[in-house]
């Protein structure tokens, strides 16, 4: 099972692009990479998901190198309503729930 | 359509009680998945469930936990004789299949106190 590595904290402003990068060395062929977000007293909440280059919806771009070795979240124009713990998930698509692990996540504080 | 729904949203128990925390999921979906969070902590998985089986319960502690999801009906995580560790906020998760690649909606939680 691929382990992740994410910063444990980032600071950023208003307006502001926000990058947040995951590591994922042993990534399986057969893996997909997902992004969740989860405020305060609140459940995850998915954001985004990809298998390779780049994938972009309403709310955030998600970027896969040709390794996939990594992955970057990206927050256009952040807002302070962003403030939260972002989590980075790694399995395939017949991984078990209890295969996939949340980690400690990313919190991502937006200042005015 | 309503999202997955956990009651109590607040649960305060002294030790040596029993809390008993129900979710239902969304609708149209037969998966449902238990996580634990402690504070400043990410989410550990904790059971898996479809209705009325028991699918995996690699995360649950072997005493005092349990889970079903009974055909009729929300899931229900029990934990009997509670101690102050098991204060935390207990998540429920649901799926309309078990592949990893389609979302699980999270529910918003219930947070057990253990006084």
């Known amino acids: 099972l691929a382990k992740t590595t994410q910063p444990i904290s980032m600071d950023s402003y208003e307006g502001q692009e926000v990058n947040i990068t995951c590591s994922h060395n042993n990534i399986a062929t057969n893996d997909y990479i997902t992004w969740y977000q989860q405020f305060p007293s609140q459940g995850p909440r998915f954001i985004i998901q990809?298998?390779?280059t780049k994938v972009t919806n309403e709310v955030a771009s998600l970027f896969i190198p040709a390794d996939r070795k990594s992955s970057t979240l990206s927050l256009p124009r952040v807002s302070l309503s962003d403030t939260a713990v972002y989590y980075c998930?790694?399995?395939?698509?017949?991984?078990?729930?209890?295969?996939?692990?949340f980690g400690s996540g990313t919190r991502l504080s937006i200042r005015p | 359509n309503a999202g997955v729904m956990q009651n109590p949203r607040h649960l305060v128990r002294r030790r040596g009680q029993e809390a008993r925390l129900r979710c239902s999921p969304m609708?149209?979906?037969?998966?449902v998945y238990w996580y634990r969070q402690l504070p400043e902590e990410g989410l550990k998985f904790m059971v898996y469930l479809q209705k009325e089986n028991i699918i995996d319960e690699s995360g649950m502690p072997k005493e005092r936990f349990s889970a079903e999801f009974p055909k009729e009906g929300p899931s229900i995580l029990r934990i009997q004789q509670v101690v102050r560790g098991d204060s935390a906020a207990y998540f429920c998760?649901?799926?309309?299949?078990?592949?990893?690649?389609?979302?699980?909606?999270f529910g918003p939680g219930t947070r057990l106190t253990v006084l």
């Open positions: 609708k149209g979906h037969s998966h």
């Open positions: 998760a649901s799926s309309p299949q078990e592949q990893v690649r389609v979302t699980q909606y």
């Open positions: 998930l790694v399995g395939d698509m017949y991984s078990s729930a209890s295969k996939i692990i």
């Open positions: 990809g298998y390779k």
